[in-house]
């Protein structure tokens, strides 16, 4: 059963910085991809990042892109998602995501983790 644990949500001011984390266990992910989805209040779900478990080709929503960083941590089961230069309407819940690479959906979500960007 593939469990996907985020942590590293929190307050921070504009401008600032945090981290995000994206614990996965339950399977062998060398054919998934991972991604970060957010919904803020009163919005629908919408995707963030993307990214293979090799690590390659990963892809940005616009909004994000430039500020935000997904990456795969080394030999850890981890999907990280620095986020930089934040801004208010990055506030949202951010939620992990993964799929087998040529799903069409994805199919694992984890609980979600609060991020509060103030101005």
């Known amino acids: 059963q593939v469990q996907l644990v985020e942590s590293g949500g929190g307050l921070v001011q504009a401008g600032g910085s945090l981290r995000l984390s994206c614990a996965a266990s339950?399977?062998?992910?060398?054919?998934?991809?991972m991604a970060w989805f957010r919904q803020a209040p009163g919005k629908e779900r919408e995707f963030v990042a993307r990214?293979?478990?090799?690590?390659?080709?990963?892809v940005y929503a616009d909004s994000v892109k430039g500020r935000f960083t997904i990456s795969r941590d080394g030999a850890e089961n981890t999907i990280s998602l620095q986020m930089v230069s934040l801004k208010p309407e990055d506030t949202a819940v951010y939620y992990c995501?993964?799929?087998?690479?040529?799903?069409?959906?994805?199919?694992?979500w984890g609980q979600g983790t609060q991020v509060t960007v103030s101005s």
């Open positions: 339950g399977s062998t992910f060398s054919s998934y991809t």
């Open positions: 995501a993964a799929k087998t690479n040529f799903a069409p959906v994805y199919d694992y």
């Open positions: 990214i293979r478990w090799s690590g390659l080709n990963p």
